[in-house]
């Protein structure tokens, strides 16, 4: 079965310091893995997807995240942070033969910046 | 924009009322999904439409039922209401149904139950 672990809840940084947001998968296929970022009162957004091409994936605002199978890790990373980059960001498994309309979330880390 | 179009934004009812939520989805895409975010329980999967045929079904209560109509909207109701369905319920659509396509979401309908 699939699943996916976000490890951090909750992560604050200062403005302009780097984001690191920590994911582990766990699959018995080749996953697809996806990150969508949520901002308050808003829907999920699309921030960048992994589908067995590159294995560092870059998205939108500045976002990038590295698939490590060895590691079963796709954690995100951003060079420097910005206060609109204050969200809650969901990491993403496709659920191959599952219950779970196709895609598996994580339960969310929140991101806070600090001016 | 996600091109997601959810209504109504909020609402607000009393325990044991029934309620709809609808959805327009992007356009072209063929598959609608349901999810019930609450506080407690995270984001939950209720149930995926494809072109109109129930594709999947996930934590959906038997007091909720949905549908796809043939022009691809969506309806999602939700009967005998409780206090604990209070939760931001979003739709989501995707191109194709197969697990690479990413989901594209409205912004969600917020429900209350008084």
């Known amino acids: 079965a699939q699943s996916v672990t976000q490890l951090d809840s909750h992560v604050s940084v200062s403005e302009g310091t780097p984001v690191l947001l920590r994911c582990n998968y766990s699959s018995s296929y080749s996953p697809s893995l996806f990150w969508y970022v949520q901002h308050p009162n808003k829907g999920l957004q699309l921030l960048l997807k992994?589908?067995?091409?590159?294995?560092l994936v870059k998205g939108i605002n500045g976002f990038e995240a590295e698939f490590k199978k060895s590691e079963t890790s796709f954690h995100l990373t951003k060079p420097s942070a910005h206060m609109s980059d204050a969200a809650e960001y969901f990491c993403v498994v496709s659920d191959y033969g599952g219950s779970q309309g196709n895609l598996i979330f994580g339960k969310g880390t929140k991101l806070s910046v600090k001016p | 924009d996600s091109g997601v179009t959810q209504t109504p934004k909020h609402l607000i009812t009393a325990t044991g009322q029934r309620v709809t939520l609808r959805c327009s989805p992007r356009?072209?895409?063929?598959?609608v999904y349901w999810y019930q975010q609450s506080l407690d329980q995270g984001l939950q999967f209720l149930i995926q439409?494809?072109?109109?045929?129930?594709?999947a079904k996930g934590n959906i209560l038997e007091r909720f039922s949905a549908q796809q109509f043939p022009d691809l909207h969506s309806e999602l109701n939700l009967s005998s209401l409780e206090l604990g369905d209070s939760a931001l319920y979003f739709c989501?659509?995707?191109?194709?149904?197969?697990?690479?396509?990413?989901?594209?979401f409205g912004n969600g309908t917020r429900l209350t139950v008084t």
């Open positions: 439409y494809y072109n109109g045929e129930e594709r």
């Open positions: 992994y589908t067995s091409a590159a294995t």
């Open positions: 989501a659509s995707s191109g194709g149904g197969h697990q690479n396509s990413p989901l594209h």
């Open positions: 356009s072209g895409d063929l598959s």
